[in-house]
């Protein structure tokens, strides 16, 4: 079986750009979030989504959106890029977002903006 | 509120030595806690997870943590390294956000020969 998937796998941007992302979740598997990962730091959670509706956002501006498809892919949208955001970012899936699940992630889009 | 510390970002042994990676949280509710590995242009895998119904955790590759409540720690140990556990380790603390994993800046192994 696949496990997640994301495109592209590395993107280079200007300031001021717009970005998606986008990440394909383990074949049952309901619950996709994202997050960021900044070199040398963890993970920071952006969002969660379950069943197309958003569970949950982290504390990121307006600038981060993202939205859940019919067949519970994902996309991550970035407007008007910052030197900042470059990152890699890391979608991770699991069957119900429930606490005590455990995350399964993709590779991750590594984002750099010039 | 959730938060995890891991003490020490850089920690290096010898092969077969015992592996200690250390990690604390702050949560308001009883915890889920993870850890999780990355190796270089990869995702996070998990090693194991502590869900209440044991204080002491095995893991795949023969990693082990121990939950202790009392010190708010969940510390990672491995009896002996292999070469092939160099890696970057992050704990991780799941409480009332059930869709919000708070990670640590994380732990780089490195294992001489």
């Known amino acids: 079986d696949a496990g997640v998937t994301q495109s592209p796998t590395h993107l280079i941007k200007t300031r001021g750009q717009h970005v998606t992302l986008r990440c394909s979740p383990i074949?049952?598997?309901?619950?996709v979030s994202w997050y960021q990962q900044v070199l040398g730091q963890g993970p920071q959670f952006i969002f969660q989504y379950y069943e197309k509706e958003e569970r949950g956002r982290g504390n990121f501006p307006d600038r981060f959106s993202a939205r859940q498809f019919p067949n519970y892919s994902s996309e991550l949208n970035v407007n008007a890029l910052l030197l900042g955001d470059s990152a890699l970012y890391l979608c991770a899936s699991s069957l119900d977002g429930a606490t005590n699940e455990k995350l399964f992630f993709g590779s991750g889009t590594q984002l750099s903006v010039l | 509120a959730q938060s995890v510390t891991q003490l020490g970002s850089h920690v290096s042994v010898s092969e077969g030595a015992l592996v200690l990676l250390r990690c604390n949280y702050s949560?308001?509710?009883?915890?889920?806690l993870f850890w999780y590995v990355q190796y270089p242009n990869q995702g996070l895998q998990l090693l194991l997870k502590y869900t209440s119904a044991a204080t002491l955790v095995k893991g795949i590759n023969g990693f082990e943590a121990e939950f202790k409540k009392s010190e708010t720690s969940f510390h990672l140990t491995k009896p002996s390294a292999h070469m092939s556990d160099a890696a970057e380790y992050f704990c991780a603390v799941k409480g009332t956000n059930a869709g919000k994993s708070t990670f640590g800046d994380g732990t780089t192994l490195t294992v001489k020969p």
């Open positions: 949560s308001s509710v009883p915890p889920y």
């Open positions: 074949s049952g598997h309901k619950s």
